[in-house]
């Protein structure tokens, strides 16, 4: 897989570089947005957070995907732009631990379980 930049335009009202790019790849399927984030990243000194892959979609009948990227200052700055539906397209990895992840679950299935309880004994004073 190669990435080809076609267009670069920075965009200094939204603190982004706005990039069209081919991507070139010989005997595969379309890359996934994951894998051109990445490559992007590298290849434009940017960090992967940062970069925001708005859209490819393939080129009929030739192995080549053309796209869309937008590369910000930072996430925050991403965040504060990008509309909800394309940040979840290019979600921010987060390493947890295991046993943080467990504590976080048992203590959401707690608040649950308790307001469960509280709803039901409000509904039988209701009707007492």
């Given at each position: 897989?190669?990435?080809?930049?076609?267009?670069?335009?920075?965009?200094?009202?939204?603190?982004?570089?706005?990039?069209?790019?081919?991507?070139h790849h010989?005997?595969?399927?379309?890359?996934?947005?994951?894998?051109?984030?990445?490559?992007?990243?590298?290849?434009?000194?940017?960090?992967?957070?940062?970069?925001?892959?708005?859209?490819?979609?393939?080129?009929?009948?030739v192995h080549?995907?053309?796209?869309?990227?937008?590369?910000?200052?930072?996430?925050?700055?991403?965040e504060e732009?990008?509309?909800?539906?394309?940040?979840?397209?290019?979600?921010?990895?987060?390493?947890?631990?295991?046993?943080?992840?467990?504590?976080?679950?048992?203590?959401?299935?707690?608040?649950?379980?308790?307001?469960?309880?509280?709803?039901?004994?409000?509904?039988?004073?209701?009707?007492?």
């Amino acid at each position: 897989m190669e990435i080809e930049i076609i267009s670069e335009r920075n965009n200094p009202f939204f603190n982004r570089r706005e990039i069209h790019f081919i991507i070139h790849h010989e005997n595969e399927g379309t890359p996934n947005r994951e894998l051109v984030r990445t490559e992007l990243a590298e290849k434009l000194n940017a960090e992967k957070e940062a970069v925001i892959v708005q859209k490819i979609y393939p080129v009929f009948g030739v192995h080549q995907s053309k796209g869309y990227a937008k590369i910000y200052t930072s996430r925050k700055k991403a965040e504060e732009v990008e509309q909800e539906y394309i940040l979840k397209r290019n979600p921010v990895e987060v390493e947890e631990k295991k046993g943080e992840k467990k504590e976080e679950e048992t203590s959401v299935e707690e608040n649950v379980e308790s307001e469960e309880t509280a709803e039901s004994k409000e509904a039988t004073e209701k009707k007492e």
